[in-house]
């Protein structure tokens, strides 16, 4: 967790247990999912958490008051993975559906669905965009994507698509492994 005081478990009880990061601690469980839970991730301020399920839901949970914010419907499969973008204003999350969804992370809705991998996508990571193109010399030219987030999208069709969460937009695809 970016704040370092919780640690999130889940697992194929329909369960996220936390503890505390200092001492072990257990200090509850978030239960709501009616499958396993394949992946947890916190908000980059530590408040929420997001989960993933077999049930084909995402669930928001307020991690200090141990309660449900929402559950996000609208995948066809069971949901692999989730994250919040750099600014925590929107969730991405990966489905065996092969489509990726994006989601105002407060309001819980739907904006809209990413597709462009062939089977399951298993497997996300976000980044800020900040990185800069240079020429010869030792200054930087210019900075690239304005600090926004990028997400990175890996699937069994053997690719790692690039994507604004923002824009809805696919930023390039890696082709290389030969079996995802």
């Known amino acids: ?32 999912h009616k499958d396993w839970v394949n992946n947890i991730n916190f908000s980059h301020d530590s408040k929420r958490l997001v989960s993933c399920s ?7 949970w307020d991690v200090r008051k141990a309660i449900e914010l929402a559950t996000l419907r609208g ?9 919040f973008t750099s600014d925590d204003q929107r969730i991405v999350s990966a489905a065996y559906d ?24 298993n497997g996300l990571a ?13 200054q930087p030219q ?5 600090g926004q987030s990028v997400v990175c999208s890996v699937s069994d069709d053997g690719t790692l698509r690039m994507w604004d969460p923002m824009a809805g937009s696919d930023l390039g695809t890696l082709i290389g492994h030969a079996k995802g």
């Open 98 to 121: 092969n489509t990726l969804k994006v989601w105002d992370a407060t309001a819980g809705t739907e904006i809209t669905t990413l597709r462009g991998h062939d089977k399951r996508v």
């Open 1 to 32: 967790p970016p704040n370092n005081k919780l640690i999130a478990t889940a697992g194929r009880d329909g369960g996220i247990r936390l503890y505390t990061c200092n001492t072990g601690n257990y200090v509850g469980t978030l239960s709501g």
């Open 75 to 83: 995948h066809g499969s069971s949901v692999e993975s989730a994250v």
């Open 126 to 138: 976000v980044s800020s965009r900040t990185a800069t193109a240079s020429s010869d010399s030792d």
């Open 142 to 146: 210019s900075t690239l994507f304005n």
């Open 54 to 60: 077999w049930d084909y839901n995402l669930k928001v």
